[in-house]
């Protein structure tokens, strides 16, 4: 079919240079499947043009599932026939994107069976994105994925598809098993991920440390970071080695550190970990020497989102520590109430952090029953604004409690 | 009538500052070089000419008599030559060139009950406001607390033994006249009970819609009360801000029972090292005990110890807290944290910890 | 008129104690007053029933003046009628609160003969605060203050008496004369000061340096706060004096700087002075050593406020740096424009911070003709939200600006 | 059908990860003590067991042909005994024990075209989304900036030269797909003219109430248009979020002479150091300019190049503009502070600078 390409003086260009080009791999797969030589075409107008060419998706999916299709056609059926359907399948990836090729090579078959031949490894949320094909393939290709044992994953406004970093699989720093933890929870909560029911979407990601390798912080509703407790390990003779080999520990460490809680003098590294804040940056610098301490566990942070509409959100503490261990109860219990709050009294298209923000966190604490403390804010009320909810009546106790 | 107008001045303004300069003020206007703290209370500044200014700062209650003016005036002849000031935070300073007059000056001055001190990094007066002795709105007393909580910390006023300065404010209500917002340690009178309406004249005294405008939290709703048109309160959404009554009289929240102090830390004015930080929620009520409120002095007191024990030197209250964080504060001054600390206003969002930095 | 003085066994308690008792001082007063008299004992029973007992004023005042007086009737004028009338005067001081005993000794007599003989040296904004008085009083008493040449300070809707620092008076760190600049604004805005015609109060403080101890930054609408623009003046044997002397400058000084550009070498201090920030703390701690650099002038900053009712306010900057010279014209023509545009679109009771916060920043720039700058930010925008006034048309020229 | 449905399954979810770990890694999992950068893109992680384990990291073009990922395959079985794994940016990493392994397949990669990097303190992979390949949404392109930037900064990528991480993401509208509100750069593509209404078949593809409702400045209002029902946008209040069109297709904004890139710069998501942060704008508008928008790669060298050449080791992009100030930033960027770098939106008061800290 190579011959049939269409004319693309602008992509070409974008198959020059060092970085991977795309429009080689749309050009490779286009050898075999016409719909990339029309998305080709498609695209080659859209860089002329400078506006995209296609339309808002209907509903498609696959039987039994409400989400993990993303329906696209283009606004030029006739001039591209071949991309007048052109939807997307996220596919659930294994924790942690670890594959072995047999499995990619199954993906690929299916993939060139059904499909354009055009992948995302991966999607922003981690899924494995198969990108473009036909509202009858669907069935067919779920049908193949069932075989190999791959899920479809979210969309909607359900549980979105869980990520991870690769944690205690390669990761010296992991507090706690990111990719087991990632796994069981999306096992536990494959309806709320198949079948959308939440008043928008809820994501889940798994970061092993303060790092926050899957940047979970800022795009999860649930961000689950590992962190410690008691005192960071310290291996003095390394400490020492480090500096010995040229370190400038005062300047690239200590004087970094926000804690402000490192001292040298010269021959030892003093870290009053009471006032350490788990940063990971002395860790970072010198891993030989300093690892995280031996009580892990996680910070639970609730309620990070992109900007619309009512402004980027960073998640926020939730749970300043907790053992993360199977079945992680405690946490799923928690999120059973948090979901039952806001699906009941949250907005449409309201996600949750939006949602807590409205309904104010002492209130939502309340409703999920967790009591407040004060590592759930960067600082108490500056405004004088207070709800007291009961006060005395002149025929209470004097001394007695409000209330 | 129009006559009396005619020869009656207005707009004239205050009068200009240069006739009440001493001399030596007057001749090194704009030429002092530095200054030193030579004890409490007492500095001096030298002049790019040599010339040497001596200040000594004296407590002064605010409140005073005319008798007690006259008697500082009386001292202001005695010792620098006629001339007085006094400070933004409303404490007498005496200026003189002569080194020779400063420890008499002292003598006098605390044989009359007043205090030097309050210079270099100490606790100065407290900034304060009306409470019962003039303003309708008050929710607590100001020159009483004031007077109880700076006779427990008069060493820390006398003496220069903290670790940096530590402002302390009051306002009686949340208007906050003492503008304690900004303060090392504030304290804010707060009323805890939703305005008690005066259904059978508020119509007479305040315009209704103006009233309902007035509330933050649009608590107020127009209403028909016992056949008067009235307001009334959706009591679970007030949060006591007296705007209500600032506009209309007939909504009082004044209360006995409910009436109390609350407590606020980590606020600074100065731009020295950060910048400029608002106080913020420590202790959210502490009953009004008059006549000297031990609750609130004890609770001043722990939280100045607790600083000055813990924080590097020039760390300003909210500093220390910051270096340290918050969850490390409430543990170390024993303060619950409850509901009630977390912000559920306006910006409350950015309030939230939104990040994994924590201690523990 | 000893022997009359109520009986006030709550109140003698704070007679004792070695802060000045302002029991002593209404004793004081009493012995001439019998204002003082009823005023202590309807403060007994405020001691006693933990309520005050004043009431709301009715509009009171001199005549030709809007402001200056603060209208308070008691609650219980059965009971206390000599507070029955207990108005505040509220008489602008001196520049710098400095005073010759002549001045104060006219006053005192002054408040002898017109009022209860209380006063507060000074109220909270500034002004010397004669403490309660008959309405059928304030005519003679300003009658009075005119032979001294004192006048009425502001209240209400109007300019509220400038205060400031003592500035060059006394201190080696003013970067400007305050004192010269709080009388010259005062004089310029006395009709402003005394006749309500703004949406609200609207503050000035004078401070002659970053030190701000007139906590202009917190507490008035406009503040006008000394800075410099060129080097910190430097001297270095001074500084070594001070090491010398016991100084930890690494800990105390530069591990302090918040601008992280001193350095010591243990013989000379460096300042990068394009990174200082002109926070004082270096200054501060070694006033022989150190001083402001020579340029120097002030930084105008808008807004703050008390929190009723939207929160809050700290003042932010409008200009980084203005010379403060007679007669500020600069200043005085955006402060004009400032006052037409706020006094045109502010609400009523809306303080000019609230103002800029509601109408935005740029379009405030905007309409009082002031070019934005980086220096008015603590950092741009962080969401996408902007109004571009202007797009393209098909037909424009694509090469052209837009609008 | 029912029939159909009972013997197909469905909420198996993914497969599980233990099978596609390398042994390797399934015996040391957990046990990892250390690691070290080896070279660019190649660094070993240590067991306490003693165990190796080397990553080769590749740069992938994210989209990418099954044949593509074929050939991956073919390396995975050459060199990493069939194990190969992704990253959360995108690129390809190969695991092995074999140190001998680690140089053959860099050049396989090499020869492939992939170049390898990306590890320590180098720019990885652009985060980014679809664009015109797959979005109805896009303001710009997604795959073709993120070439031209990457081509251009390949040496940032390929060797280690920077004071410490920069993280690249791009968005091609406001959804932000790509999560760029938290990069040190960010590219995002925005609209800039208000949504033009499909007025003959809005009432059939929309719900008009949802719609007026979607709007966050209540910039749609319901109105009877050529005598359809449907609504109008007041223009002056639209600032292209494009929220409307998401609820309604009847609303489009793409406009090829108004639609284009902005750049962001100084957020982060890691804890290192300082607490995440969001990026702050630092150019509002470069136009699309295809195939190789030179504006947008121009820009975005500088701003890695000016960070590159003054922050301090480990300092990210957002922690050294917080120490020199936004005023520098913007003096030594040479970009143009303007009206809409001015936060308007909610919280933009907490955004103006309340304080005298300024550099001259
Ligand atoms: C495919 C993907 C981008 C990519 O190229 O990787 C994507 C594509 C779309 N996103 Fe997204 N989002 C994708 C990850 C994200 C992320 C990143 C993340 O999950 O880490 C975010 C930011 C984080 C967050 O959740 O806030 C994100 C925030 C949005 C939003 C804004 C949501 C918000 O609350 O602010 C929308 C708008 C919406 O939901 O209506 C959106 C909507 C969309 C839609 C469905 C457009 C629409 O309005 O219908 C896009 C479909 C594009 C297409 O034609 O394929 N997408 N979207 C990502 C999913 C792939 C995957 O499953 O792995
Ligand atoms: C007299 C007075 C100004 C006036 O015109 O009345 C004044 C005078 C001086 N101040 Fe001040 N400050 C005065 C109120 C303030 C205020 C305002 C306030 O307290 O409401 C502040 C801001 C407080 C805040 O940040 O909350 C203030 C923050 C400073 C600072 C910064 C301290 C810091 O580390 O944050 C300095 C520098 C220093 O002390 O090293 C300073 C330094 C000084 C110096 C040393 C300046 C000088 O060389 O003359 C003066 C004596 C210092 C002292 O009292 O320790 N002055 N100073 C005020 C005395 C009030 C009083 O009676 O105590
Ligand atoms: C006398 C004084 C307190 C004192 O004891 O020193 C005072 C007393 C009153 N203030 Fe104030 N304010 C006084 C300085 C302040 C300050 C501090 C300052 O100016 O530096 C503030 C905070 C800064 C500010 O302007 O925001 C202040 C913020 C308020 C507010 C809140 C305004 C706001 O926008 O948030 C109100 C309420 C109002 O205006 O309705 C208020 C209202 C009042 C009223 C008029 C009560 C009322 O609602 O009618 C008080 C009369 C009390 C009385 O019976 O005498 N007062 N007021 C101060 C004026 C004395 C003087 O002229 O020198
Ligand atoms: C492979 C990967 C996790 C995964 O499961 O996929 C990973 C792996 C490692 N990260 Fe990461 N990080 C990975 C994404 C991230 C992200 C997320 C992102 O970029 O979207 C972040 C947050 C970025 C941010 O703050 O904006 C991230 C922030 C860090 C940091 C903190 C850097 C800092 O100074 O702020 C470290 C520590 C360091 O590098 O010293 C770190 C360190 C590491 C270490 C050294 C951990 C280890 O011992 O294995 C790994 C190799 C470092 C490297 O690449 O330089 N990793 N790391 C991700 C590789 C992405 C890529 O292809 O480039
Ligand atoms: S988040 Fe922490 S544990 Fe996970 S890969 Fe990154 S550094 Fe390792
Ligand atoms: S982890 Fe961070 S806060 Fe803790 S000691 Fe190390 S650098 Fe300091
Ligand atoms: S703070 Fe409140 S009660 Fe106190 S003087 Fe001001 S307005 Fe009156
Ligand atoms: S006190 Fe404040 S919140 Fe309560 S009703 Fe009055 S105005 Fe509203
Ligand atoms: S503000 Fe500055 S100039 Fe004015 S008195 Fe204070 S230290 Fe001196
Ligand atoms: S004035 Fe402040 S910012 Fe400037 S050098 Fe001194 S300590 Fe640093
Ligand atoms: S960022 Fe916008 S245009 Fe790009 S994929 Fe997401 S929704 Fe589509
Ligand atoms: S683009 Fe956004 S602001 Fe403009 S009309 Fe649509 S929803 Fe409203």
Redesign the pocket.
Known sequence: MADKLPNTPKLDELEKGKWPSFVKEIKMAAKKSPMCADLLGQLEKSYTEKVGYWKHGGIVGVMGYGGGVIGRYSALPKEFPNVSHFHTMRVNQPAGWYYNTEALRKICDIWEKHGSGITNLHGSTGDLVLLGTRTEELEPIFDELQKINFDIGGSGSDVRTPSCCCGQSRCEWACYDTMAACHDFTMEYQDELHRPAFPYKFKFKFSGCPNDCVASIARSDMSLIGTWRDSIQQDDAEVKAYVDGGLDIEEDVISRCPGKCMAWDGKKLEIDNSFCRRCMHCINVMPKALRPGKDRGATILLGSKAPIVEGALLSSVLIPFIKMEAPYQELKDIIERIWDVWSEEGKNRERVGEFIQRVGMGNFLEAIEVEPVAEMVAHPRENPYIFYEEFFEEDDDEEGDKG | MAEAMQERRTDYGPPHYEQFLPPVVKENYGKWKYHEIVKPGVMVHVSESGAELYTVRAASGRLISIDKIRMYCDLADKYCDGYVRFTSRHNIEFLTPKKENVDPLIKDLKDMGHPVGGIGNAISAIVHTQGWVHCHSAATDASGVVKAVMDDLIEYFEERKLPGKLRIALACCLNMCGAVHCSDIAILGIHRR??RIDHANLKKVCEIPNLSA????A??RPAEVEGHPSVE?LEEQ????????TVCPA?P?ADPLNDGVSIWVGGKVSNARHEPMFSKLAIPFLPNNPPRWPEVTEAVRNLVELWAKNAKKYERMGEWIERIGWPKFFKMSGIEFEKVHIDDFKHAGLTFKRSTHLTF
Chains 1, 3 share one sequence.
């Open positions: 939703p305005p007035s509330c933050p939290t608590a107020i309160v007030c949060m006591f801000c007296a705007n209500c009554y909504m929240l």
